[in-house]
């Protein structure tokens, strides 16, 4: 999915002068040389990604963040063109410094959400993905993004069995080859009462 990813305030400007051969990427290139703090590599970085030339804008966007580490609209530069060159866990590292300067940021969290699916993990990428949904509820791409996010989760795992809970004590088996303990001797039956006692033995005669 292709992202349209804006860069406000910065995006290269027309040159509608006519008979003006010089192309963007060459003027912005003259303009670098001349002062290599300039601000002028983010349109320069722009010019590159829109020319498929993704490995040069990366090298300017990276050349160029450690003067203006704090311009996000090259780190955005950055992390498209990182995801051009199947790079996300690139983009993934840059993405997330941004998130601490603008943990809203469409494109942010937008660009966040592709790379995560490119990489593989369709769990922090609905996370991302639902973040921005709450945020822009009537984004096109967000939605769409998403959609695909929890496609590629599919359904929910299988539920976790309940613990069961111990029951009520019960008298442990025997061990095998234990001896079982003897029975108790019954006591003597009583006599009953007013039995005749028995007669006694006559003596024998001499």
Same mark, same amino acid.
């Given at each position: ?28 290139? *003259? ?13 320069? +970085? ?109 359904? +929910? ?21 234990? +001896? ?5 001797? *019954?006591?003597? +039956? ?5 039995? *005749? ?7 024998? *005669?001499?």
């Amino acid at each position: 999915m292709e992202l349209r990813v804006r860069y406000p305030d910065m995006t290269p400007p027309q040159d509608d002068a006519p008979g003006n051969p010089s192309e963007p990427v060459e003027r912005y290139q *003259a303009e670098l040389r001349a002062d290599p703090r300039s601000l002028v590599f983010v349109p320069l +970085a722009i010019a590159l990604f829109e020319a498929d030339r993704y490995q040069e804008a990366v090298d300017v966007c990276r050349r160029g963040l450690a003067a203006h580490p704090d311009a996000v609209e090259a780190r955005l530069v950055l992390a498209r063109a990182c995801l051009k060159l199947k790079r996300p866990a690139d983009a993934i590292v840059e993405l997330t410094k941004l998130l601490k300067q603008d943990p809203n940021g469409r494109e942010t969290l937008l660009l966040l959400g592709a790379a995560l699916l490119e990489r593989g993990d369709a769990n922090r990428a609905q996370q991302a993905l639902q973040r921005a949904s709450s945020i822009y509820p009537d984004d096109a791409e967000v939605t769409a993004l998403l959609t695909t996010a929890r496609e590629r989760l599919g359904p +929910a795992g299988p539920p976790v069995a309940p613990v069961q809970k111990p029951g009520p004590a019960s008298a442990q088996p025997p061990a095998p080859g234990a +001896a079982k303990p003897a029975a108790a001797a *019954a006591p003597p +039956a009583a006599k009953p009462a007013g039995a *005749a006692a028995p007669p006694a033995a006559k003596p024998t *005669a001499a």
